[in-house]
């Protein structure tokens, strides 16, 4: 069964194209490490919360743009595997391809799959 890491991050809305290419440099390794599909999403519908919500959970002001992405993975194993890779890969570190937010308020996890449809 399929495997699930999940990301929430706030953005800051000018930096859209360089939150993009860095997706885009990412993605390949990621990829090349064994995940499957990566999808990057720029919030477009994401409203404010009175008691919980993805703004408030990423602690995002005004200026910024929530985003919502996940990787897939074949497996526990082989994301926990690609991972250490990903981590120690020369191509994904931040004097390459530095984070364009603030990644102390980024959310994770990863998420075993109990329905696909």
């Known amino acids: 069964m399929t495997y699930i890491d ?20 990412a993605a390949p390794v990621f990829k090349e490490h064994g995940a499957l599909k ?12 009175k008691l919980t919500s993805f703004p ?5 002001k ?8 996940w990787i897939v993975w074949p497996s526990k194993q082989a994301r926990d595997e690609g ?11 931040p004097d390459v391809n530095p984070m364009p937010f603030d990644g102390k308020r980024m959310i994770f996890g990863g998420f075993e799959v109990l329905v696909e449809a």
């Open 6 to 25: 999940g990301f929430v991050a706030a953005v800051p809305t000018g930096n859209r194209d360089a939150y993009r290419e860095h997706a885009e440099k």
């Open 83 to 93: 991972m250490k890779k990903v981590m120690t890969d020369p191509r994904i570190q």
């Open 56 to 60: 408030m959970a990423v602690q995002k």
């Open 38 to 49: 990566i999808v990057e999403c720029w919030g477009d519908d994401v409203p404010d919360g």
């Open 62 to 69: 005004d200026d910024e743009t929530v985003v919502f992405s």
